[in-house]
């Protein structure tokens, strides 16, 4: 509800959705960099705050410049890659826990992806001129 109200109130929409992500990647470093479980659970909440946040933002993007039928097959899409990244995700993680023995590995990689996502959000700059 606070990045919300912020990118309503700074009027920052979908361009600036690379703020929450960045959040939720930052999140998942948090419990490698440290070794208390408080600290864990406090990154992982964070990181489902950035990445629910950046959600919720995300689904307006194809609304932005694409209508009708073209909106529509953006929006199928988007669901058609969450739906594989739904499998592909927990088989990644359980395949790198038992490559290298521990989560940390599977949690870096997590965060890369985040990272990379970030990267990618900030492009949308160039796409979405209207903001």
Excluded: D
């Excluded at 930052?26 to 705050?49: K, M, N, W, Y």
């Excluded at 995700?89 to 965060?111: N, R, T």
């Amino acid at each position: 509800m606070i990045c919300g109200h912020a990118m309503s109130t700074i009027k920052a929409g979908a361009s600036s959705i690379w703020r929450c992500v960045l959040v939720g990647g930052v999140g998942l470093l948090a419990p490698i960099i440290s070794g208390s479980v408080t600290v864990a659970v406090i990154g992982f909440s964070v990181a489902l705050v950035g990445v629910t946040s950046a959600r919720a933002i995300f689904w307006t993007i194809p609304t932005r410049f694409l209508t009708g039928v073209a909106a529509a097959g953006g929006l199928a899409f988007i669901n058609s890659i969450a739906t594989v990244a739904g499998f592909v995700g927990p088989s990644m993680m359980g395949w790198l826990k038992e490559f290298s023995g521990s989560y940390v590995v599977g949690l870096l990689a997590v965060a890369a992806i985040m990272v990379a996502a970030t990267a990618a959000s900030m492009s949308l700059k160039l796409v979405i001129s209207k903001e």
